[in-house]
């Protein structure tokens, strides 16, 4: 079907999107459900060590956030976090191939599932160490603002990582030099098994009026289209100079907190569960694009088998691809050359 030259809206009053961008968002939240699943199976088959964490049930919120941001714009992301460089727009190949730890990997084989980093998209990395990678973003938010790029820097971090120290050092911080800087909570309701409610006081958006910054909360987390806006509003505020925001983003994972690991059933309520999986984001937004009349169901039956296609290709990719050589182990670990090394050498040739 030749779709018209125009922008979409919906009901609700979001910004006004084309049908590409409508299209890719349903396209990359696809790419990250596939990629997980698939990672998921290879876990259970030994074939990726360790464990992973999965977004599965949380695309709209990593979508919608990822796509606000302009391609120059920064990220860093959480130990739930191969979704967030798919956002970004990283090919899905060499991120398939860092999960198995070959050199092909965006980080060489050497950070794995949980410190993937894709410079090439803005992602500056991930890490399991809860709230770790939020100092990182929020510092290159201040290299931003020191140069004048007009860059923005986008934090992710779950409910789990909301009671740490780090988070509120760095918005008071970011709030004290008006950094281009988003701080956005993922909050999926779970900190490992831990329900947020019964550690976490209050609403965790409310939190920005304490260090003078803006606070939002999008209670529904699987609209990629509410998370879009609140998140496009964050990014248009800091790149005026109007300093950082604190987005809440209330939503769900549908898998474990990682595969493999055996918490048992009990934490979380079967109802509550269901309730959550009827809400779907990938089906609620194909259903959105269809009675727009932004695509047809045969057109977005197509884009998923387009989608799955590159999921195959980045397996295959990564089983024709090598291990690292031994050799490589120790490189990387600095940055070179170093200014002590350059005058040194300086130095050594006067």
Request: glycine fraction near 12%.
């Amino acid at each position: 079907m030749n779709m018209p030259d125009k922008n979409f809206y919906s009901n609700r009053g979001e910004m006004a999107l084309d049908r590409e961008t409508l299209l890719q968002m349903q396209r990359r939240m696809l790419r990250i459900r596939h990629f997980d699943e698939r990672a998921s199976k290879m876990v259970k088959r030994g074939q990726i060590p360790g464990t992973v964490h999965t977004s599965i049930g949380q695309e709209a919120q990593v979508v919608g956030a990822c796509m606000a941001l302009g391609d120059g714009d920064y990220m860093s992301g959480n130990h739930r976090s191969h979704g967030h460089p798919i956002g970004k727009g990283s090919p899905l190949g060499p991120l398939m191939a860092e999960l198995v730890g070959k050199g092909t990997g965006v980080c060489g084989g050497k950070g794995g599932s949980l410190h993937l980093a894709d410079f090439a998209v803005g992602s500056l990395g991930e890490s399991g160490i809860v709230g770790s990678s939020i100092p990182i973003a929020t510092g290159a938010a201040l290299s931003a603002k020191v140069l004048g790029n007009g860059r923005v820097s986008l934090a992710f971090f779950g409910d789990g990582a909301a009671n740490q120290g780090c988070l509120y050092e760095a918005m008071n911080l970011a709030g004290s030099w008006d950094l281009p800087v988003i701080f956005l909570c993922e909050n999926n309701q779970y900190a490992l098994s831990t329900p947020a409610h019964t550690v976490t006081s209050g609403v965790i958006a409310e939190r920005a009026a304490g260090f003078g910054i803006a606070g939002v909360r999008v209670e529904d987390g699987q609209d990629v289209l509410a998370v879009y806006d609140a998140t496009r509003t964050a990014v248009e505020r800091a790149r005026r100079g109007e300093g950082p925001t604190l987005i809440e983003v209330v939503t769900y994972r549908f898998h474990e907190h990682s595969e493999g690991l055996r918490l048992g059933t009990d934490y979380r309520d079967a109802a509550e569960k269901e309730a959550w999986l009827e809400r779907d984001p990938i089906v609620l937004f194909r259903q959105h694009l269809v009675a727009d009349g932004v695509a047809t169901d045969a057109e977005l039956d197509a884009l998923e088998a387009e989608v799955i296609a590159e999921v195959d290709e980045a397996v295959a990719f990564t089983d024709a691809s090598p291990f690292p050589d031994p050799s490589v182990a120790f490189a990387d670990l600095y940055t070179e050359p170093t200014p002590l090394r350059v005058a040194a050498t300086l130095r050594g040739a006067s």
